[in-house]
């Protein structure tokens, strides 16, 4: 399949932070996104093939849970992983849903995983994101999670009849570095699930989006939040601008606020591929030197992997992780 229709699915998230039932919430937000895509699918034809959702959709975000509340509260369950596939089989669409995630290797911690179902209900990419502020991630158990999982699942990237899928989760758009090494992996299509800012100036993430394209040639599918609710926070704060980038940087749809299937647009791979194999200054992908780089990274000493022993951590451990990687990078005290 060398072309399709791609979808930047904006819809509202309900917070389960204060939720009697956080399970049935739950539940109740995968039986909206199945609606959702639905009527998506009836609205932009049978060409809809991939559909990228925001990020956290099902559940919201921590807002003051410990590791282990939120754990027990917000990760999926064996029915919704089940339901979740049957969105992707029943629409017959590649479904990237960014959730919450147990891990059996690491009983006290979650994950922040984003996964791409196939149209048979079969998860074709797991990612679990590596930058977090207050979460835990498998860098904090590094070299434990790379002993068991191995480099190819900390950076994945999916051969698809749709090309080859990776993902991006919210603000790892700002981390040049991870777009790159997913590109030289093969990556063609960037699916990025956030919840941001919404704002008629261009933003950090925007910005990002952008350059992450140019850099890699490559797309990028960016599903932001239609509002949220069930916490305090205002609600239209992350509400609007969903949107697709091609290859060269240039916007190809773009969402206003609400529960949106405006940012749609065709991705071609064939002229992406052509591009990509054009000779030319443009052509950045192919004039990257990584062994310029590798011994000028490996010099440096910031945020330090293995922070974690498996055990839950408290929030102060998040802020004194970045005190330490602030006074190696400035002498700071």
């Known amino acids: 399949m060398t072309a399709y229709r791609a979808l930047a699915l904006q819809v509202p998230t309900v917070a389960i932070n204060g939720a009697a039932d956080p399970r049935a919430e739950i539940r109740a937000a995968i039986e909206r996104v199945n609606a959702r895509v639905g009527g998506a699918k009836a609205w932009i034809g049978a060409d809809l093939r991939l559909v990228v959702l925001p990020e956290y959709v099902l559940t919201g975000f921590p807002l003051g849970e410990s590791v282990a509340e ?45 996964l791409i179902f196939d149209p048979s209900g079969e998860i074709v990419l797991r990612y679990r994101r590596l930058h977090s502020m207050f979460s835990p991630t498998p860098y904090d158990v590094w070299e434990r999670y790379v002993d068991v999982y191995g480099m190819d699942a900390v950076l994945p990237v999916a051969a698809t009849e749709l090309g080859n899928l990776a993902v991006i ?11 790159r090494a997913l590109a030289l992996r093969g990556a063609e299509v960037f699916c990025h699930p956030t919840s941001e800012i919404a704002s008629p100036d261009l933003t950090q993430k925007a910005i990002g989006r952008r350059a992450r394209a140019i850099e890699n040639l490559a797309y990028v599918v960016s599903a932001n939040s239609g509002g949220l609710s069930g916490i305090a926070i205002p609600g239209d704060s992350t509400n609007g601008g969903s949107e697709l980038i091609d290859y060269e940087g240039r916007r190809l749809a773009a969402a206003g606020p609400g529960d949106s299937l405006v940012a749609s647009a065709e991705l071609d791979l064939t002229a992406l591929r052509r591009y990509r194999t054009r000779p030319g200054m443009p052509n950045l992908l192919s004039r990257v030197k990584p062994g310029l780089w590798a011994e000028e990274y490996a010099r440096h000493d910031v945020e330090r992997p293995n922070g974690l022993d498996g055990a839950a951590p408290g929030r102060a451990f998040f802020v004194q992780r970045q005190r330490d990687a602030i006074k190696r990078l400035y002498g700071a005290t």
């Open 70 to 114: 939120w754990r027990d509260k917000a990760t999926l369950d064996d029915l919704c992983y089940q339901a979740l596939a049957k969105v992707a089989t029943g629409h017959g669409v590649y479904l990237c849903v960014n959730a919450y995630e147990r891990d059996e290797h690491f009983p006290d911690l979650f994950f922040q995983g984003s």
């Open 169 to 179: 989760a919210s603000e790892e758009i700002l981390y040049p570095e991870l777009a």
